[in-house]
């Protein structure tokens, strides 16, 4: 869901720009780094893996948008020239590993239609890079993601209000990858239930998720 522009657009302070924009670190060894928004950093902590420090109102839309290294100054590691639309919410993702010059980065669309009367939305995003083969989740039992492919983003699932039990499965394994449980769905809330990290691994990098709340 990345959209890539060749220009730059207008500047702004935040209450007229109007654009929400959250970073998150998943590469496990990309070390704490920075965005920087028109050659200036933007956030007041590093990003560092697996936390999320939520949205921000950005300062301007002016390109590039640059993700540095917090640790080796000058070191750019990801750069951006995306196109991003007033009163909308956005996540940029950063994935892989510098190990093995994987690492990457996705930027999702967080805004959608509000959910019927009674209901909220959840949606999938699965950033793990060893599962190539695909997420299913359960949400209480029931399926409500099937096969979803590593750097892919499902549809908004409206699901009715109330807590949930979120199991996550390899396509065509029964193993339980991770539980998440209560996960609270509120009315006329839109949510996203992210993967990262590696099925392969036990350590700090190993499979994990995480739910955030776009509106």
């Known amino acids: 869901m990345s959209m890539a522009s060749c220009g730059k657009a207008t500047t702004g302070s935040p209450q007229l720009v109007n654009i929400q924009y959250q970073v998150l670190n998943l590469s496990p060894d990309l070390l704490p780094v920075n965005l920087y928004i028109d050659i200036r950093q933007v956030n007041t902590n590093p990003y560092i893996f697996g936390v999320d420090q939520g949205y921000f ?16 100054a000058g070191t750019t590691l990801f750069h951006r020239d995306d196109v991003l639309k007033s009163g909308a919410k956005y996540t940029l993702y950063l994935i892989g590993a510098l190990a093995d010059n994987s690492q990457t980065s996705l930027l999702t669309v967080d805004t959608g239609a509000s959910p019927p009367a009674g209901t909220g939305a959840l949606r999938l995003v699965n950033v793990s890079p060893s599962a190539v083969g695909g997420l299913d989740v359960y949400a209480n039992g029931t399926k409500a993601f099937s096969a979803l ?67």
Request: cysteine-free.
């Open 57 to 72: 109102y950005v300062p301007s839309t002016d390109t590039p948008y640059q993700i540095r290294s917090a640790i080796y």
């Open 149 to 215: 492919v590593y750097q892919h983003v499902s549809p908004f699932v409206n699901l009715p209000a109330g807590n949930y039990d979120l199991q996550i499965d390899a396509t065509g394994s029964t193993t339980i990858l991770k539980e998440l449980n209560p996960v609270t769905i509120q009315n006329g809330r839109l949510y996203t239930l992210y993967t990262y990290g590696y099925t392969s691994r036990a350590d700090s990098a190993a499979f994990n998720a995480q739910v955030t709340t776009n509106k």
